[in-house]
């Protein structure tokens, strides 16, 4: 049982190039949730899924796309990386039991040059 | 919307000393509260929540917080700190109905020197 994991763990880009953050869950969780962690700025919800084939947008959504096409994958993309998007993203996932107890992955430190 | 506010930004204690961290939070409806900890290179962990009931909660580690309505706050609270409990600590909020994600403070950087 691995969990909640992130690929990768460390991506350095240029501005105007395009990615995608991988992030898969073994827990058969329902919702899973995508932030950001700024410095002094703590972890702000980029975008979320309640399910396969549901997503919404949290409060910082501009630049990224997010689909849920399975229960256990959640890929975050950005369109076209801007210095501004240079972050640590955090995926998360919890249950419809617990739902809001979240498990969070390890982490990908992006860095837009 | 609802929003965080952890006063504290960076806090530095010895072993054995008292902590006490601050958390408010905005929202006018039920909310869930919660207290997440990121040991240095690890991932978040949840230490302690609140849904309903007595209002002081118990964690992992010999954490506590009290939920005091009236104030709009969740403290964190530990007897005695000790070096293994340097982190940084982040209070969340949810709604008790609607979204299920949550909103986070910007975090209070405890370092506990032996």
């Known amino acids: 049982n691995a969990g909640v994991t992130q690929t990768p763990k460390f991506q350095v880009l240029k501005t105007g190039q395009s990615m995608t953050l991988q992030c898969a869950q073994d827990m058969n969780h329902e919702y899973m949730s995508w932030y950001r962690q700024d410095p002094g700025m703590g972890l702000r919800l980029i975008h979320y899924?309640?399910?396969?084939?549901?997503?919404d947008q949290g409060e910082v959504p501009n630049g990224y796309n997010v689909s849920r096409s399975t229960t256990e994958d959640f890929p975050l993309r950005l369109l076209s990386a801007a210095p501004s998007q240079t972050s640590v993203y955090f995926c998360?996932?919890?249950?419809?039991?617990?739902?809001?107890?979240?498990?969070f992955g390890p982490g990908t430190r992006l860095t837009v040059t | 919307a609802q929003s965080v506010s952890q006063h504290n930004h960076h806090v530095i204690l010895s072993e054995a000393a008292s902590l006490e961290l601050g958390c408010n939070y905005s929202y006018g409806g039920t909310v869930n509260l919660f207290w997440y900890v990121q040991y240095p290179g690890q991932h978040l962990q949840l230490l302690l929540k609140y849904f309903s009931g007595d209002p002081l909660v118990k964690g992992i580690k010999g954490f506590e917080a009290e939920f005091i309505k009236s104030k709009f706050s969740f403290n964190l609270r530990k007897p005695s700190v000790q070096w293994s409990d340097t982190a940084e600590y982040f209070c969340?909020?949810?709604?008790?109905?609607?979204?299920?994600?949550?909103?986070f403070g910007s975090g209070t950087r405890l370092q506990v020197q032996p």
């Open positions: 969340a909020v949810t709604p008790y109905t609607g979204r299920r994600a949550l909103t």
């Open positions: 998360a996932s919890s249950s419809h039991v617990a739902p809001f107890e979240q498990y």
């Open positions: 899924s309640v399910g396969a084939g549901i997503t």
